[in-house]
C-alpha cells in the first residue's frame, strides 16, 4: 500500500470521449540490509519507486442529466523503475483501466472517487497493482 500523487491533462473531445496524459509516483518495492557502522551491525530499509508516464488514455463517459457523471478508461505507457538500494534504473511497459465517476461541484470544478487496475511489465515479469483514489479536477 503506497500513497500515490498524480497530475492528469486531458481534452474533451465529444461528451461521451476524453483522452488525457498523466505522471504519477508511486512506491513500488521494499528492501532491506544489514550495513556495519563502527562495529555494529544496523539493518537499512529502503523503498524502490516507479515513476509512471501514461502516455495516452480515453476516458469514456456515461452522459447523463445532472451533476453525477461515470466514467471508464482505458490508456498504455511506460515507467522507469528505480529498486531499493539501486544506482540504475529500470524501463517498465504500463497498462491502465479504470472506473469512476465524477460530481460536477461548480461548473470548472469536480471532486469523484476512482478504482484504476495497472498492469506493469518490468525485467520480462508481469505485476499488478490496484489504485484507489479521490479525486478533484477543475475544468476550462
Same mark, same amino acid.
Given at each position: ?11 474533451? *473531445? ?27 551491525? *544496523? ?12 502516455? =495516452?488514455? =480515453? ?12 466514467? =471508464? ?45 495497472r498492469l506493469m511489465v ?15 479536477? *477543475?475544468?476550462?
Open positions: 500500500m503506497a500513497v500515490v500523487g498524480e497530475l492528469t491533462l486531458g481534452w474533451r *473531445i465529444l461528451p461521451f470521449l476524453a483522452l488525457h496524459t498523466s505522471v504519477s509516483s508511486f512506491a513500488h518495492d521494499a528492501g532491506q540490509r544489514t550495513v556495519t557502522v563502527e562495529g555494529q551491525d *544496523i539493518d537499512e530499509v529502503a523503498v524502490g519507486r516507479v515513476t509512471a508516464f501514461d502516455l =495516452a488514455t =480515453a476516458r469514456f463517459f456515461l452522459p447523463r442529466p445532472g451533476r453525477f457523471e461515470p466514467w =471508464a478508461e482505458i490508456g498504455g505507457g511506460v515507467g522507469v523503475r528505480r529498486g531499493p538500494f539501486a544506482d540504475t534504473r529500470e524501463a517498465a511497459g504500463l497498462a491502465r483501466f479504470g472506473v469512476g465517476a465524477d460530481l460536477w461541484l461548480a461548473p470548472t470544478f469536480t471532486a469523484g472517487a476512482s478504482a484504476a487496475y518490468l525485467d520480462n515479469t508481469v505485476g499488478h497493482g490496484l489504485r484507489v483514489g479521490l479525486d478533484l479536477g *477543475i475544468h476550462w
